[in-house]
């Protein structure tokens, strides 16, 4: 079947769309404008009876993704919704973007599909991304922060309320909300909260009690947390101790760069006075002495956001 056929009605009918044409034609709208909703109606039909809700709205564009559901591939177009039951995946793929996992229980938009920009909107649930496009052109948004690739695979999930945990499984993304950034490379994670925006990502081997101590000083910033979580840090923790020399002020960070400059050996320009300053070329030397990718890179990526 030609997939146009559901939009313009050109080329040849599936016979399963043809019997159902026939089948709902004593409810055809009269005036030939509306024809395209009940085109769109007995397209909705099919496809929520492979488990899976495609809503479609009139002003909508092609697009070079597909939903796979029970092997029937559907083309998207931008502005629908992609909704899963709570029995039933789907797949979402473009050949020159990437693959989608959606899993059950999830509700996805495609926002957006351009040349130089895909935009996803998950507004609960869980999607499993793989993407061979070029870093920034894949984007999520969530209730609680932008979720920008930078060549990888990962695993996002939001909660009904609009928190949401990724968990990154190769290369790089960016969890971004307002001025509040957190840079996620392979085998960490990151939460974030409606409000609040993401919080300190951390990778997925710390000990408990550094991840209990991070989870609670970015929710109440106290002192007693900030105390228990550098006292937990190893050297791989570093990367979350970096991201808290932006978010800290005074003496908690003076506490959290002491800590920092245990853990990596900081090159000149990455003085104390110029990390309390919150001196940018400070900080971004004190991040390339992770070695874990230079600053430049997502900085030059940054700048499409």
């Not at 003076?254 to 001196?279: E, H, K, N």
Request: proline share 6%; glycine share 6%.
């Amino acid at each position: 079947m030609n997939d146009d056929y559901l939009w313009d009605r050109s080329g040849t009918p599936d016979p399963e769309i043809a019997h159902l044409e026939q089948a709902l034609a004593p409810l055809r709208w009269s005036r030939t404008n509306k024809r395209c909703g009940h085109l769109l109606a007995i397209a909705a039909l099919i496809l929520l009876a492979a488990g899976v809700s495609f809503l479609w709205s009139r002003k909508m564009v092609a697009t070079p993704w597909q939903l796979v559901a029970n092997d029937r591939p559907q083309h998207i177009r931008t502005g629908q919704w992609i909704e899963t039951p709570p029995h039933r995946a789907a797949v979402v793929r473009s050949d020159a973007i990437g693959t989608l996992e959606i899993e059950p229980g999830s509700r996805l938009q495609l926002l957006d599909s351009g040349k130089d920009k895909q935009r996803f909107s998950l507004a609960r649930g869980t999607i499993h991304a793989l993407i061979w496009a070029p870093p920034a052109t894949f984007v999520v948004d969530t209730p609680a922060a932008k979720t920008v690739d930078l060549g990888c695979e990962y695993t996002l999930h939001v909660d009904n309320d609009g928190t949401g945990l990724i968990t990154v499984e190769m290369g790089w993304v960016a969890f971004a909300w307002q001025s509040v950034e957190s840079f996620i490379p392979a085998g960490a994670s990151c939460t974030t909260r409606p409000g609040h925006g993401p919080g300190t990502p951390f990778f997925n081997d710390a000990s408990p009690a550094f991840k209990t101590a991070l989870a609670q000083f970015d929710n109440d910033h106290s002192a007693e947390s900030l105390q228990s979580l550098l006292a937990a840090a190893r050297s791989r923790d570093a990367m979350s101790l970096w991201h808290l020399l932006q978010r800290t002020s005074g003496e908690d960070r003076a506490q959290a760069f002491s800590r920092y400059a245990q853990l990596v050996a900081l090159p000149p320009v990455a003085t104390r006075d110029a990390i309390l300053r919150g001196d940018p070329k400070a900080l971004d030397a004190a991040w390339n002495a992770l070695d874990l990718g230079d600053t430049a890179w997502w900085r030059e990526w940054k700048r499409s956001w």
